[in-house]
């Protein structure tokens, strides 16, 4: 009498993940045991594996978690593979800040940038960067660096959300005010340091307005209390 044996399907589960991180633990399910066996009864379990590393680009690895090595007595083993899917990770790239004055012209490069979120090795060489504020002729005020068109190795591999850095032109004339709006004749807001120095956007401190200031600029500070941090060092011709 020839007992033959059984067979023990074992199909592994599909998994997902973003790219770049750490695969997940491979797993699988049986069908087949009979007699109120369970996989204790196996010589060998059998062993799940992919191609698909930390680093895999971005794509469906088709039936790419595949099964093998599994021993039993009663049991012949059939395998069934499962998908592994890579997707996109989380890439932010944020213009740079900065500030000139009225009269000069900013020209970016492409690198004026920081970024977050880049898995090595990839690796940005350049974005485009624009501003209205950029050219000779614009007038004091605050404008918005645009960052767009990341350009670079593995690129593919992510969703890329880019934040607007911030301009900040200098006039030739410089508000400084307060706190308050209390007897105020050149400004019609209180102040920031954060500000361009424009009447509806003065600066806080007269420190600031020095700082940023260059020659023959005029800083007129509006009625006020000013709090400055050491001495006011007046070092060019206003």
Known sequence: FNVTKATLTVTADAQTKVYGETNPTLTFKYSGFL???DKTKLTT???ASTTVTKTSP???YANDITLDGGVADNYSFTYVPADFNVTKATLTVIANSTSKHSGSEITFTGKEFTEEGLISP???TTINITSDGASSDAAAG???IVASGAIGSGMGNYDI???DGSLTVYGTELFVNDDSRTGD???SAVGNDNN???ASAPLRTITKAISVAVANDAIKVDAGTFTETGQIIIDKNL
Do not use: M, Q
Request: proline share 12%; aromatic share 12%.
């Open 161 to 163: 959300h880019y934040v």
């Open 58 to 60: 971005v794509a469906l």
């Open 185 to 187: 004749s050149f400004t």
């Open 196 to 198: 361009p120095g424009t």
């Open 35 to 37: 007699n109120g066996d």
């Open 122 to 124: 990839d690796a940005i």
């Open 142 to 144: 605050s404008y918005p």
């Open 45 to 47: 379990e059998p062993v």
